[in-house]
Every structure is written in structure tokens, then in C-alpha cells.
């Protein structure tokens, strides 16, 4: 290997993690360096490659919902670690501990009796002002007085070599959870290297994490039951909420999975209500709970804040530590840290100036060009700005913002980054990159315990002076060495499998993961119903010598049925279009179509690859068929298309899904859609009075999809008492209605016996009398043609009974199952 | 007169189209007691039967009462009866506050301590979720806030202007309405006035609450009062270093006094609207809403 240091530039302004001011490379650094002397480029850029594909499997092992060309950034790790030696280490985390309990005694007092406030140690205006000071959260109180269970601060090392903070992380930090990824692959590229060394293990970190959520949970003798709150699968971690959860051990819920009864949180799950004692929470604090906080958010679990405040479940951070997120705030924490520690505050923040105080004000604007200028409060629209970049008239106009509202903005002094080195794979070299730690606390039952280790951040190129994952860049391991050899398993990773692991069903399989099964099977069957009947109109409309009649009946078929809007709503030709692609009209196959995507979404890890791109495909074509002047040959085209490509999906959720809980749900969704369209069908179609009409029964066929079994059986022409017989009767025809309502029962009675149900007796009676009605009486009428029309409207009516039957069932399922409320108990209206 | 006595009936009506299955409500419908006002009587009724209900105050020290519902039901009911005192406040000279500028600077934070009442007016200084700060507001009031002039008179003179530069229409705009807005098109009802106000004020560094309430209002002569032919209310209270809290209505160019009926006060409407709740189900619905203020001869 050539000198690796051969073209290492050695700026002379900041500070060097692997060089000191000599040029020599540092003690602790030495072991490191020598085996990366030993290495051939080949062998280095080998390891690097490694890394890449093992953060890439992970990526697909833990979220299945990455897209492979979509917006999902692979995580970049850099082959070499940042080295902190022990005893450099113990004053980080002595200082990074303090800085914890620090700021947990300013949320027990701003949430509390505000004697920072009245005393003037604290200004009001970084307290109230902040969007993240959540009144209503004043006076609760957190098991334990906890209000932090996990702290992130940001640290830079300054030329000097001392670290300073220059961020506080105390929403709900991230970062901890790449710590541990970045550790499980790095340790094993060098794993003799990472023994030798004695690096500090992460594993205690995560298991006092555990300990203290399990110990303040206010489990009232139960074992505690801990979920991980997240936004959900758009957020840009989620990932990284995913490989916690897992690695916690902690069902990864969304705010709809929670719900609140007699102030107690309930994680909905299939078999019913499971207590959550406590919420491990990736969602801001301020989208928690729409009843009392943000009321635009959806994300959130209403009556949760209730729940805290009666004491009856624990949330990590405590609802309102967003507020401490400010760069106005640690100007004043040397001044608090004396108060309410009796100590000097170890950790020194970077420079800053509040400008809230008038003199401050003055002073920050004489020296702007030396200065950057921030917002004070998260919400507000302000990005960062460097004085120096700005000419005289941008001066005197941010001069201006900044006297407006003096308390909505901080000057800081510059940061100067360490640098660190980076193996640079094309130019098969070490190359020096500014580098800021992400440095992790967790509350212990005996005050702070800290990381041993942290996310080293890496700038994205060169000359860059500003640190962040979002805007590129990669991430680091960080390496705490220690004296001597460290003993203590490490994390959870390397366990083997047995046979006590093996898991066949998710206990805690949540509702909303079978509601959207259920409604993909709802909406793939009512797509494909309604493509079925928007094809059969078409292709009529389009063929002029067809019987008119049989337009006319199918027209008011879909009118019946709510699909094709009302006759006086425009020309033939536009109320077609509506119905297929109309924006505007409800249940447009478009709409459906959306809909079914977006379940289909929220379902994605339970489809094959294939079968999602077919509906992306599906979606995006019929987003861009044109609304206002389609060509109907392409709109048939179009319609059979979609139609094959549905069936692939039927036919994959039929073969190849696992037939769990979420599966049954699934079949049963569809089996509901289909018996109220046929039957709704078929009974509109009775009472069109066009049932001995020979093209229309033709198309009623082929809105059963069962025409070629027509044909195969009786060589003829459509005839009313064989299709009534094949779309009503046939228990072997899986377009009929016996053959859907027996299924649904079915099923719903494996159901009750699982889920102790109540017997579906409305379903069960309608079944019977079906079963036993005789198509000879329309062979032989009373009276005649008269006679004829009575039966028809009877079996019209009875078929219409077995859909709003069906539809009840539908709702009653998702009460019981979905909802969680007890519709035995319908309050009726006084 | 040194008192008057009423008799309020507030009955919210949902209809919803479609079944609710679960439901918490808060409701701010009992008068708080304050120095100018008595509450003989307060009567919550709601139908359908909530299963649950907790009654304790808020933050800002208003009664809250919390519903919640945990069966379906097709609509919900929520009637307040209330009898209210309201006794006359100090009489105030408007030109003996301090200069509207003081005020700003007491309000700043300045590294000494702060008395109670300071810290209390603290709360109503900065944005809430319906009242945004910007120059524009600054820029809308500043004839209204010429150096030195008493900070009662300041507002006073804001109070007209809005009442003189606005129309009052119930059609204009709704709660969601921005405020630019509002101030753009010179329109809206009582709340965005309130809110309108309280963005002008807090925007120049003052602080200034909102208040929920009820107003007497005079039917026409020779016509009977109509019975659910009254509304909701809102107007501000500012505050001043010297008098304390000043109520302003905006939307009637008054001084609240014995016609003025306070329910609740709060940062803006979000922190104190009768009745808001989360639903799941329920379809789309609106209320409707019936207030009656009766005044009374004598206590009851």
C-alpha cells in the first residue's frame, strides 16, 4: 500500500482526529492506522463494498416498504470509524450526562411552577413563544419526573480540541438506532481490530432504554406492554423506527393502532384490546393528540394526553420536550445549571446571542458579518442565513426582520469542524472530512447513563462547513476504546434462532393491518365489478348496431347501482367518461382504483413485487387517460387490460398469500363485494323489466363472468331460467350468489369459533330460503305473464335483502374487529 | 345599575349522516368567575348519556368539561342553562395608562425577575394556532399607535378602526379563514375581528387574550325577543401594566361591560371554542347551534 497520507491536506484552522499538530498520527489511532498500511487498496475498497451490500439487505430485510427507485436513500457508512480514547470519552459523557439532567429539571419547571421564569433566568418568550410549549401539558406530571428518557445532543470539536455542543435533541432524537446498525456491520468488517481495540459495547445502552420504560410504566401489576410510536412508513426515518422496534422488542404501531377507553391506551389488535403501558414516541409531541393538541393532525391518538394526565400510561419524551429545541436556549443554561444543579455546566455550547434582549440585539447587528443568524422557534419559515454571504441592502434588510421581532431569532458564532479521515474508494485514498457526533443519553434509575459511542456525521464533500444526514453525507461509527478488554455479550444480533423463537402468528397483529386486507379485497373485487360493467356499456355504446335495448337496460343498471351518474348530468358519452376517470364522481373506477392502491400501499409487505408494479402500472395509466375527450377504443383496451391484471391479483391472493388472520379478512372482503354486486345486479336487472330480453341476458352473463360456462353447457342463446340458475343457484359457479353466501358463512362461523361471534342468523335464514326457492315457477305461472313479474319482484326483493344483509355483516365485522366498540350497544336516538 | 341578571340557553345540535362509533368532546360552556361575574347556575345536559364525564378546569383556569362516547349514536345533544350575574367593572381613564411603548418594554424580557402578573400577561404575548404574527399587522395599526400615546387609548383607537373599516358578514369567512385574509377583504364575524385585534396587538409586542362569550342583544322595537335568536360571542382583553386586564369588542365598537357575558378566555378561539371533539365516523354534519341570552328582572 502507498502512504496514505501522501496527499492529505492539513488545513491549519481545525483540528485533526487522526493528526496532531505535527503531522504524526495520534496514539490511539496508531493500531488502526497500521492495519490500513498493511491492506491493498483491493482489500479496502473490498470491505467498503461489503458495508454497502450489508446496510442494502438490511434495507430490504426491515423495510419492506423501500421503494428501489424511489425517494429511499441508502444509508452511506464510511469504512473507518472515529477513535475516542477512554479517558477523552469520560468527559464527553460526564458533560453530556449533566446536560441531560439539566434539562430535564427546565421541563419540570416550565411544565411545573415557571420559577426559572419568574426568577428571569429564563425568558418567557423562548418558553411561550415556542410552538412546542404545549399548554395544556402544564401541571402533568411523568412517572418518575422523568420528562427525558432520551437525550441527543450534537457536539463539534473546536480547533482547541474541546467539544461543544451545538444542538440539543430533546423531541423525540433519532440517530441512536444508525448507531446501532452502523455498529452491527462495522464491527464485523474489523473484527480482530474491534476486539483489540476494547470498543465499548452499545448493547447496555438499549437495555437500560428498556429498564426504565418498563420500571415507570404504570403497569399496575401487568407485565408492561411498550409500542414505538411512528408517523408511519412516509417518514423520512422510518427505517430506522422499524430496526429499533425490532431491536427493542417493541410493536411498531401508528396512532390509529391506539386508541383511548376510560383514559387508557388500547393497542387494537385483531383478537381485541391490548393495554399499552407505555409509548415510546417518534411522532412530534405537538401531533400526539388531535383532541387537545395540533387538531390538524391525523397522525396522533385522540384522548392521549388525558391518559397521561390521569397517570395511567407513560410517553417517552413526555408530551411537551419539544420546547427545549431552540439555539436561543443555551445562552442561558450556565446561569440555570448554577441554580438548580450548584454546578458549572461541563459542557460549553457554541457562542450564540439571543436577541431578544435589546443590548443583545444592538450588539448582534454591529456584527453580522461574523455571524449566522438562526430562527429561534422550529415553526418559523427562516432558513439559517451566513452575514457574510449577504451585500449591504440584504444587511440592512434582514437588520430590519431581526428588529421586528428580535425574539424569533439567534446569532451564533461560526463553528469550526474537526476533520476526520474518510476512505475515498475511487481515488484509493484517505481523504479529511469536517465530522459533528451525534451523542446519545438515556434516564437510568440512577440519573443519566450515556452512549458509549454515537452517529459521527460525515460532510458531504471537502470544503463543505455544515453537517446533516438530510442534505446528503455519510455517517460514521464511533469507537470508544477502552484500557482493557471488554467483556459482556453484545447486542441481540448474533443470537441464533431455536425453536423457542419460531413464530407462526403475530400476537400482536394490529387492526389496521387487517382492515386494509379486508378493504384491498373489498376494492379489488369492486374494480373489478365495476370495469366489468363500464366494459359492458362501452362496448355497446361504441357497436351502433347492437340492440338498443341492451344499452338502455345496462345504463339503468349502472344508474341503479350508483356508478354511472344520473341522465340529466350531461351527454351519454360525458357520463361515461365520468364514471370511468371522472375526478369529481365518487365512485369513478379512477377513484376506486386510487383507493385500492392506497391500500394495497399500507398492505405492501404482503404482496409479490410483481403484483404491486402491476398496479402502479394500472394507476398511472389510468391517471393519464384523458378525462374530458377519451377515445373509447383505447378505454376498452384500457378495461381489458385492467381487468387480466386484477385477476392476477386474485389469483395471487388465492395461491401464494399466507393464509393468516389477515389473509381470511382479506377473502372475506371480497367475498362480501362480490355477493352485493351480484346481487344487486341480478335484482336491478329483474326489475328492469327487459329479464326476457336475449342481449340483455347476454351482458348480465358477462357481468357474472360466467358466459363461457353458459356456453360450454347449453350451446344456445342466453335464456332467463339457466342464467338465473348459474348466477343465483349453481353452488359450483364462484360468480353466484349461493356459492358467495355459503363461503361468506362460512367463514364468518370459523371466525366466531376463533372470536367467539355471535351467529350471523339474518345471513343464515336469507341462505335457506335461497336454497329452497324453485326456478320451475317461472315455468309454470299461476297467472300467467302477471304471475311471472310477481315471482321475478319477489326474487328481486330477496336478493336485495341478502346485499343490505351482506353490507350489516360488513359493518358488524368492522365494529368488532376494526373499531373495537360493542354495536350490540347502539345508543338509538331519543 | 350596578348588576344585571340572565338567564342563557346554549344548545349545540349534531345530526350526523352516518353513525358515530366512538367520540371525545371538550366543552367550555360554564362561565368562569371572575371579579365582574356570578354563575347562580349551571346545568350541563347531553344526550345521548356520555360514558364517561369529567369536569375540571384548564390551563388558563376556564371550566372544562370532558365527554366521552363509546357507542354508536346518530347525533349528539349538548344544552347549557345558565343564570349569570354580571356586576359593573372599575370604572377606567382611559388616559391614565402608561405609553403603549412601556408596556412593550415591561413585557420584554430584560435578566430581572418577573412579578406574577407580568408572567401571567406573558402567556398572551406570542403566536397561537389562529393568530400569526406578521408586519403586516404592525403596518395595519400603526395610526393607531402614534410615540407615546397611553396604551388604552392605542387600543381604543384600534378597536374603532377595525369596527369602522370592517363589515360584519356571517358569510365571508369561516374559522379557518386566514387572517391576512380577513384583513385583506375587510369582512368576517365577531372571531376573526377578536383574533384580527389580537394579531395587531401581539404583533407590536403587547399582550392580548381572547374572550369566548355571549352578548345581550336588543330585539327589534315592538318585537319579541326571539327565542335561539342569539350567538356565540368574542372580543379581546389587553393587557396593561397599570389597570390590568381591558376588555375590547371589536366587532361593536364598546367597552364590554353588564351586556357582556364571559364564558372563557384564552390565547384565541382554538383554546376556548364551546364544543370541539374528535369523532370516528359520522359522516358530514354540521351543527346547529341555538343561543338565547334572556335578561332577567331579578335573581331567580
Redesign the interface.
Known amino acids: 500500500m502507498p502512504d496514505l497520507l501522501a496527499d492529505y491536506p492539513l488545513p491549519e484552522a481545525a483540528y485533526h482526529e487522526l493528526l496532531d499538530a505535527q503531522g504524526q498520527v495520534r496514539p490511539h489511532w496508531r493500531r488502526l492506522f497500521a492495519q490500513l498500511q498493511r491492506s491493498s487498496t483491493a482489500q479496502l475498497n473490498q470491505r467498503q463494498a461489503l458495508l454497502a451490500r450489508q446496510i442494502q439487505e438490511n434495507g430490504v430485510t426491515y423495510n419492506v416498504y423501500a421503494d428501489p427507485e424511489g425517494a429511499d436513500r441508502p444509508w452511506e457508512l464510511d469504512l473507518l470509524p472515529n477513535l475516542i480514547p477512554a479517558h477523552e470519552w469520560q468527559q464527553i459523557a460526564a458533560g453530556v450526562a449533566q446536560r441531560a439532567s439539566l434539562l430535564n429539571a427546565v421541563l419540570a419547571d416550565v411544565y411545573g411552577p415557571?420559577q426559572l421564569?419568574?426568577?428571569?433566568l429564563l425568558?418567557?418568550?423562548l418558553v411561550?413563544?415556542h410552538?412546542n410549549y404545549l399548554?395544556?401539558c402544564?401541571?402533568v406530571q411523568p412517572p418518575g419526573g422523568t420528562y427525558l428518557h432520551l437525550y441527543a445532543v450534537d457536539l463539534a470539536r473546536a480547533p482547541d480540541g474541546r467539544w461543544w455542543v451545538t444542538a440539543d435533541r430533546t423531541q423525540a432524537p433519532s440517530g441512536a438506532g444508525y448507531a446501532l446498525e452502523n455498529r452491527q456491520i462495522l464491527s464485523r468488517a474489523f473484527p480482530d481490530l474491534y476486539r483489540d481495540l476494547g470498543v465499548q459495547h452499545l448493547a447496555g445502552f438499549f437495555r437500560t432504554l428498556q429498564d426504565t420504560l418498563a420500571r415507570q410504566a404504570p403497569a399496575d401489576g401487568e407485565p408492561p406492554l411498550v409500542v414505538l410510536l411512528t408517523p408511519g412508513r412516509f417518514n423520512e426515518s422510518y427505517f430506522e423506527h422499524l430496526y429499533l422496534a425490532r431491536q427493542l422488542g417493541y410493536p411498531l404501531v401508528e396512532g390509529s393502532d391506539l386508541?383511548?377507553?376510560?383514559?387508557t391506551v388500547y393497542l387494537k389488535t385483531l383478537a381485541g384490546l391490548r393495554r399499552v403501558h407505555a409509548v415510546l414516541r417518534r411522532l412530534d409531541d405537538d401531533f400526539c393528540d388531535?383532541?387537545?393538541l395540533?387538531?390538524d393532525s391525523a397522525l396522533g391518538v385522540?384522548?392521549l394526553l388525558?391518559a397521561v394526565r390521569q397517570g395511567r400510561v407513560l410517553v417517552a419524551n413526555a408530551l411537551g420536550s419539544g420546547v427545549l429545541e431552540s439555539p436561543g436556549l443555551p445562552g442561558f443554561l450556565p446561569a440555570i445549571a448554577e441554580k438548580l444543579l450548584g454546578t458549572p455546566l461541563l459542557l460549553p455550547s457554541i457562542a450564540s446571542w439571543w436577541c431578544?434582549?435589546?443590548p443583545v440585539l444592538e450588539a448582534a447587528l454591529k456584527k453580522l458579518p461574523e455571524l449566522l443568524i438562526r430562527p429561534t422557534f422550529p415553526?418559523q419559515s427562516f432558513t439559517p442565513v451566513f452575514g457574510r454571504d449577504l451585500d449591504a441592502a440584504q444587511r440592512e434588510a434582514l437588520s430590519e426582520r431581526l428588529r421586528?421581532?428580535p425574539?424569533a431569532y439567534v446569532a451564533q458564532a461560526l463553528a469550526q469542524l474537526s476533520q476526520a479521515p474518510v476512505w475515498q474508494a475511487d481515488e484509493a485514498s484517505l481523504q479529511p472530512r469536517a465530522i459533528g457526533m451525534r451523542v446519545f443519553a438515556v434516564a437510568s434509575a440512577d440519573g443519566y447513563r450515556v452512549m458509549p459511542g454515537g452517529l459521527t456525521r460525515v460532510a458531504a464533500d471537502a470544503d463543505a462547513e455544515v453537517v446533516s444526514m438530510q442534505r446528503g453525507g455519510a455517517s460514521k461509527d464511533t469507537w470508544v476504546l477502552s484500557e482493557r478488554q471488554v467483556s459482556g455479550e453484545p447486542w441481540q444480533w448474533l443470537r441464533p434462532l431455536g425453536v423457542a423463537d419460531l413464530v407462526r402468528s403475530d400476537p400482536f397483529l394490529p387492526s389496521r393491518m387487517v382492515e386494509n386486507l379486508f378493504w384491498f379485497g373489498r376494492y379489488s373485487e369492486r374494480c373489478e365489478d365495476s370495469a366489468r360493467l363500464l366494459r359492458i356499456m362501452l362496448a355497446r355504446y361504441v357497436d351502433d348496431d347492437d340492440d338498443p335495448q341492451a344499452l338502455q337496460t345496462a345504463l339503468v343498471l349502472g344508474e341503479r347501482l350508483g356508478l354511472l351518474p344520473e341522465a340529466d348530468s350531461g351527454e351519454l358519452d360525458e357520463r361515461l367518461l365520468e364514471a370511468l376517470l371522472g375526478e369529481e364522481w365518487p365512485a369513478s373506477l379512477r377513484a376506486n382504483l386510487q383507493r385500492l392502491q392506497w391500500t394495497a400501499g399500507s398492505v405492501r409487505g404482503k404482496l409479490s413485487q410483481a403484483n404491486w408494479q402491476a398496479l402502479v402500472e394500472l394507476q398511472r395509466e389510468a391517471q393519464e387517460l384523458d378525462a374530458e375527450h377519451g377515445d373509447f377504443g383505447d378505454l376498452l383496451d384500457f378495461l381489458n387490460r385492467l381487468l387480466m391484471s386484477l385477476a392476477a391479483l386474485s389469483g395471487f391472493a388465492l395461491d401464494d398469500m399466507t393464509r393468516d388472520d389477515g389473509w381470511r379478512f382479506l377473502m372475506i372482503g371480497r367475498c362480501i363485494e362480490r355477493l352485493q354486486f351480484i346481487c344487486d345486479s341480478v335484482a336491478g336487472f329483474l326489475r328492469s323489466g327487459a329479464a326476457q330480453d336475449q342481449s340483455a341476458l347476454e351482458w348480465l352473463l358477462e357481468l357474472g363472468n360466467s358466459s363461457i360456462t353458459y356456453r360450454t353447457r347449453y350451446l344456445a342463446s342466453a335464456q332467463l331460467i339457466p342464467v338465473l340458475d348459474l348466477l343465483l343457484l349453481d353452488e359450483q359457479n364462484p360468480h353466484s350468489v349461493l356459492f358467495q353466501l355459503r363461503t361468506l358463512l362460512r367463514s364468518l362461523q370459523r371466525l366466531g369459533e376463533r372470536f367467539e361471534l355471535p351467529e350471523e342468523q339474518a345471513l343464515a335464514t336469507l341462505e335457506q330460503q335461497l336454497s329452497a326457492f324453485q326456478l320451475s315457477s317461472l315455468e309454470n305461472p299461476l297467472f300467467g305473464s302477471e304471475g311471472v313479474d310477481a315471482v321475478l319482484d319477489g326474487l328481486a326483493e330477496r336478493l336485495e335483502a341478502i346485499a343490505q344483509a351482506a353490507s350489516e355483516t360488513s359493518d358488524r365485522l368492522g365494529?368488532r374487529f376494526f373499531?373495537h366498540?360493542?354495536?350490540s350497544?347502539?345508543?338509538q336516538?331519543? | 345599575m350596578t348588576s344585571a341578571h340572565y338567564q342563557i340557553l346554549h344548545d349545540t345540535h349534531y345530526r350526523y349522516s352516518a353513525p358515530v362509533s366512538l367520540a371525545q368532546q371538550l366543552a367550555h360552556l360554564w362561565p368562569r368567575d371572575c371579579a365582574w361575574q356570578r354563575c347562580h347556575l349551571r346545568q350541563l345536559e347531553v344526550g345521548p348519556q356520555p360514558c364517561q364525564r369529567r369536569d375540571a378546569l384548564d390551563v388558563h383556569g376556564n371550566p372544562l368539561t370532558r365527554l366521552v362516547f363509546e357507542r354508536p349514536h346518530d347525533e349528539l345533544k349538548v344544552s347549557a342553562r345558565l343564570q349569570v350575574e354580571v356586576l359593573a367593572r372599575v370604572a377606567l381613564t382611559l388616559e391614565n395608562s402608561p405609553p403603549w411603548e412601556r408596556a412593550c418594554a415591561l413585557l420584554t424580557y430584560s435578566g430581572q425577575p418577573l412579578p406574577a402578573p407580568l408572567l401571567e400577561a406573558a402567556r398572551f404575548r406570542f403566536e397561537s394556532p389562529y393568530v400569526r404574527l406578521k408586519q403586516a399587522f404592525v403596518d395595519y395599526a400603526e395610526d393607531c399607535f402614534p410615540a407615546g400615546r397611553p396604551l388604552l387609548l392605542a387600543v381604543r383607537a384600534l378597536m374603532q378602526k377595525i369596527f369602522t373599516e370592517f363589515t360584519f358578514d356571517a358569510a365571508a369567512t369561516q374559522v379557518a379563514t386566514p387572517l391576512l385574509q380577513v384583513l385583506e377583504e375587510r369582512r368576517g364575524v365577531c372571531q376573526d375581528f377578536a383574533h384580527l385585534m389580537l394579531a395587531c396587538l401581539r404583533s407590536r409586542g403587547l399582550s392580548a387574550r381572547y374572550v369566548s362569550g355571549y352578548l345581550l342583544t336588543q330585539p327589534p322595537p315592538g318585537q319579541p325577543r326571539l327565542i335561539g335568536a342569539d350567538a356565540s360571542h368574542a372580543w379581546i382583553s389587553v393587557y396593561c401594566p397599570r389597570q390590568g386586564w381591558v376588555d375590547f369588542d371589536p366587532t361593536n365598537n364598546v367597552l364590554p361591560a353588564l351586556e357582556h357575558i364571559t364564558l372563557a378566555w384564552g390565547r384565541d378561539f382554538a383554546d376556548v371554542s364551546p364544543l370541539r371533539g374528535v369523532i370516528l365516523g359520522g359522516g358530514s354534519h354540521d351543527p346547529e347551534v341555538e343561543v338565547t341570552v334572556l335578561p332577567l328582572a331579578a335573581p331567580v
Open positions: 415557571q421564569l419568574a426568577d428571569g425568558p418567557p418568550e411561550f413563544g410552538n399548554w395544556p402544564q401541571g386508541t383511548v377507553r376510560d383514559a388531535p383532541l387537545e395540533r387538531t385522540p384522548g388525558e431578544g434582549e435589546p415553526s421586528a421581532r425574539y365494529l373499531v366498540v360493542d354495536a350497544q347502539r345508543t336516538s331519543s
